[in-house]
């Protein structure tokens, strides 16, 4: 569901690649190319939520970085509400990062463990200069009113991070997240780090907040259930590449991507019998130094023939908002 009549998107990555080049063992010496991100296109429309799901180390966390800059892309663009970031200067980037802000996977060591909880959600507002000449109490009243929207209270502002719940302290990382009124939040894996009760309270504040505040989600996991319950678009990715997009209830009823019914194999049903046949994944993933040829999942598939060694299938549309990459579907 979109929250905004705009037809320009949000967020718009076009042939985005990122490779890391690291020095490889001492015996050979040689550089070593890691694929983390390899030619991909997406869109983010104004207050959609994108969930992006693969295996660890699929490069979806290297996207979300590349997204806000925090990584600068090998190629290709990415362009926030028409601008592209490449053409910006640090003190632009550095503007415009306010409206796309991150929440990472372990509250702990995303919080300075030396400040007070007041400080931690205050710190944006002073770095950006936000409220540089505002009386304290003001201040004081913004940090406030941003713990309550995510159920915290001014009782929690003098406690230090260790004095407070894992779920708590993702709270509070969303809350400063929130601090800078941003219209896109990168939420990455904000909730695998914490007991599974405390996941849904998350997952449920993360909903409520959408809608309060109309934002923009790209949501990292590689959890599935997780993914389901709050993207209205999920993007399957894999080696660096997207392989399947598309609407979540689609995804979830009709998934054409053989990697992505392996993956759909571990979640239950919404709809009993919906789901094809489900596709056991072998193995691990590749390196991402040395990805295979042709379609790069072609080492786990059992449905590969000779052409998916040697081609590499293009991501096509299916149907209306529907993307496969594979040589098996739609042709
Ligand atoms: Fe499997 Fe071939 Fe499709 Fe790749 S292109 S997913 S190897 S069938």
């Not at 362009?79 to 796309?100: A, C, K, V, W, Y």
Request: hydrophobic share 40%; with cysteine; glycine share 8%.
């Amino acid at each position: 569901m979109s929250y905004s009549n705009s037809d320009r998107p949000l967020v718009e990555i076009r042939s985005l690649v990122k490779h890391f080049r690291l020095r490889g063992g001492w015996l050979t010496g040689r550089r070593i190319v890691l694929h983390a991100v390899d030619g991909v296109d997406l869109t983010i429309m104004p207050g959609e939520s994108f969930g992006l799901v693969g295996e660890s180390g699929c490069g979806k966390t290297t996207l979300g970085r590349c997204i806000l800059r925090l990584v600068r892309p090998t190629s290709g663009q990415v362009i926030f509400d028409g601008t592209d970031l490449s053409e910006l200067t640090r003190r632009e980037m550095r503007h415009l990062r306010r409206q796309m802000q991150i929440v990472f996977q372990n509250p702990f060591s995303s919080l300075s463990p030396r400040f007070r909880i007041f400080d931690i959600i205050a710190e944006p507002l002073r770095t950006h200069k936000v409220l540089p000449k505002l009386p304290r109490h003001l201040l004081y009243d913004r940090v406030v009113e941003l713990l309550e929207q995510v159920g915290l209270g001014r009782q929690h502002l003098d406690r230090y991070p260790h004095e407070l719940s894992g779920g708590q302290c993702q709270r509070v990382a969303i809350a400063r997240a929130l601090s800078l009124d941003p219209r896109l939040l990168i939420l990455d894996e904000p909730t695998s780090a914490l007991d599974v009760s405390v996941q849904a309270q998350i997952l449920n504040l993360l909903v409520r907040l959408r809608h309060e505040l109309q934002l923009t989600y790209l949501f990292i996991s590689h959890n599935l259930s997780v993914v389901e319950h709050i993207s209205d678009r999920i993007g399957v990715m894999y080696l660096g590449k997207l392989v399947e997009i598309g609407p979540t209830e689609t995804v979830f009823r009709e998934p054409l991507h053989p990697y992505t019914r392996a993956l759909l194999q571990s979640v239950p049903l919404p709809i009993p019998g919906a789901r094809k046949e489900a596709i056991p994944l072998h193995g691990n993933v590749p390196s991402p130094a040395n990805p295979p040829s042709g379609c790069r999942f072609h080492t786990r598939c059992r449905l590969a023939t000779d052409i998916c060694r040697t081609d590499e299938p293009p991501l096509q549309e299916i149907a209306p908002g529907h993307l496969v990459a594979c040589h098996l579907v739609g042709n």
